[in-house]
T-cell receptor, first 114, second 112 residues
């Protein structure tokens, strides 16, 4: 158990809908990272937040957004969902945001868009 | 940006044999190289990492080597056991924001 929690574990929804994925980092970790894992794309970095502020952006679509709250939990919002958004979404956390920070991954949320 | 390539995509070994997974990276600024193990239905778990100022690191049956000149790093698992069966990912990261670029994964099967 990494200490990172994610809810829900599974999510089934329809195209065009909007969903929110939640992540609670390990106690004391200030950085949260979001990743998308699909069969054809592998693990793709989406976005990083550090202490409430956006720190780095990866391959995140404009339909997706995220935020980190004062209690350091984070939410990833996915809107206008398409079939291709079906994937595993992982959250990871680290103590700070500098280079070489070990990232600890949560168990993931499996999203299925029908 | 960084491009990380990982080989092989699948690997089967007999229990007790060694397994080697190789990754190459493109950005010479990358300075941190973790390896993750992902079991079915779980998130990636860090198993070992190496920084650019070190050429080799070992932790029991697992070792990682780094060749900065050639821009490649490898994971070595000795005396493999069935519980080593999983998907292994390499990653590369560089200062200052720590964005990770992952390899495409290697599915390792250890045959009892």
């Amino acid at each position: 158990d990494s200490g990172v929690t994610q809810t829900p574990k599974h999510l089934i929804t329809a195209t065009g809908q909007r969903v929110t994925l939640r992540c609670s980092p390990r106690s004391g970790d200030l950085s949260v990272y979001w990743y998308q894992q699909s069969l054809d794309q592998g693990l793709q970095f989406l976005i990083q937040y550090y202490n409430g502020e956006e720190r780095a952006k990866g391959n995140i679509l404009e339909r997706f957004s995220a935020q980190q709250f004062p209690d350091l939990h984070s939410e990833l919002n996915l809107s206008s969902l398409e079939l291709g958004d079906s994937a595993l979404y992982f959250c990871a956390s680290s103590v700070n945001s500098g280079w070489g920070e070990t990232q600890y991954f949560g168990p993931g949320t499996r999203l299925l868009v029908l | 940006g960084e491009n990380v390539e990982q080989h092989p995509s699948t690997l089967s070994v007999q229990e007790g044999d060694s397994a080697v997974i190789k990754c190459t990276y493109s950005d010479s600024a990358s300075n941190y190289f973790p390896w993750y193990k992902q079991e079915l239905g779980k998130g990636p778990q860090l198993i070992i990492d190496i920084r650019s100022n070190v050429g080799e690191k070992k932790d029991q049956r697992i070792a990682v080597t780094l060749n900065k000149t050639a821009k490649h790093f490898s994971l070595h698992i000795t005396e493999t056991q069935p519980e080593d069966s999983a998907v292994y990912f390499c990653a590369a990261s560089s200062a200052p924001v720590g964005q990770f670029y992952f390899g495409t994964g290697t599915s390792l099967t250890v045959i009892p």
